[in-house]
């Protein structure tokens, strides 16, 4: 799988970037951390900014709730 990156920019002014892996699990420690907030993988998803790839592709995943 050809992992695309992402950028999620949160509205404290956090912003973070790179494979969307990385960007899913920092997002969801820095919403934990310093928001006590619990972000689902496809909240971050509806977060995210495609920094190479298809934003489609992402806006897809984030609505289709299949944990990819």
């Keep these: ?13 956090w ?5 969307e892996e990385d960007v ?3 997002t969801i420690d820095h919403g934990l951390r310093v928001h006590n907030m619990a ?5 971050v998803f509806a977060m995210a900014i495609a920094t190479t790839g298809v934003t489609a592709e992402i806006t897809a995943r984030a609505g289709a709730g299949d944990g990819t």
């Design 15 to 19: 912003e973070t970037s790179g494979p």
């Design 39 to 43: 972000a689902t993988r496809e909240e």
């Design 1 to 13: 799988m050809d992992e695309q990156s992402i950028t999620v920019r949160c509205v404290c002014g």
């Design 24 to 26: 899913v699990s920092t």
